[in-house]
């Protein structure tokens, strides 16, 4: 009974999630992030974000709870609890152990999408900067911080900057946690 009640509810899941992918997709024109939204609808790999979606995204904990606050004296009590604890369990530990081989068959292609979001991201960033640092009045530092942001934002690693990432790596080595993987080094 615990097998099939877990077939089930993976089973449902898959189609609930793959079904709603499709009808997004067909319904809303250019659904998708990014400018090759259009271009990559219809290929075969459009299921395959939603395939994953459906196989990690199950639990049941909200069901073991309700299992588990069910009255002494319910009927099938026992096998109710059973059956919950058995599809929290198995929806946690398949899709667990099954996730490296899934994402290896699907071959997940990246769209450089966070990459992209980061890079218009710090641009935005130091045109505020630039704009702010404008106005302030004159001095070296603000010389220097202008500089830096009309290069993009590019920290040099002999500057200011470097020094300071030298001294929080040694304060973290000091401390016993790991080093921090800066985003200009």
Same mark, same amino acid.
């Given at each position: 009974m615990a097998a099939s009640a877990l077939a089930t509810v993976i089973l449902a899941?898959?189609?609930?999630?793959?079904?709603?992918?499709?009808?997004v997709r067909w319904r809303i024109p250019g659904f998708g992030i990014g400018p090759r939204r259009h271009a990559d609808r219809g290929k075969p790999g459009d299921w395959h974000g939603g395939m994953i979606v459906a196989w990690c995204g199950m639990r049941g904990i909200v069901t073991l709870a309700a299992a588990l606050a069910l009255p002494d004296d319910f009927p099938h009590r026992d096998l109710l609890q059973f059956? &919950?604890?058995?599809?929290?369990l198995g929806t946690?530990?398949?899709? $667990? @152990?099954?996730?490296?081989?899934?994402?290896? !068959?699907?071959?997940?292609?990246?769209?450089?999408?966070?990459?992209?979001?980061?890079r218009?991201?710090?641009v935005?960033?130091?045109?505020?900067?630039?704009?702010?640092?404008?106005?302030?009045?004159?001095?070296?530092?603000?010389?220097?911080?202008? &500089?830096e942001y009309r290069r993009g934002g590019?920290?040099?690693?002999? $500057? @200011?900057?470097?020094?300071?990432?030298?001294? !929080?790596?040694?304060?973290?080595?000091m401390l016993g946690i790991p080093p921090l993987k800066a985003a200009w080094a």
């Open positions: 899941r898959v189609v609930w999630v793959m079904s709603h992918t499709a009808f059956v &919950a604890f058995a599809v929290l946690l530990v398949l899709p $667990g @152990m099954t996730l490296r081989p899934l994402l290896s !068959v699907l071959t997940l292609h990246d769209d450089q999408l966070v990459e992209s979001e980061v218009m991201a710090r935005e960033t130091a045109r505020a900067a630039v704009s702010d640092l404008e106005n302030a009045p004159d001095t070296h530092a603000r010389t220097a911080l202008l &500089a590019e920290v040099p690693r002999d $500057g @200011m900057a470097g020094l300071q990432q030298t001294a !929080v790596q040694a304060q973290r080595r």
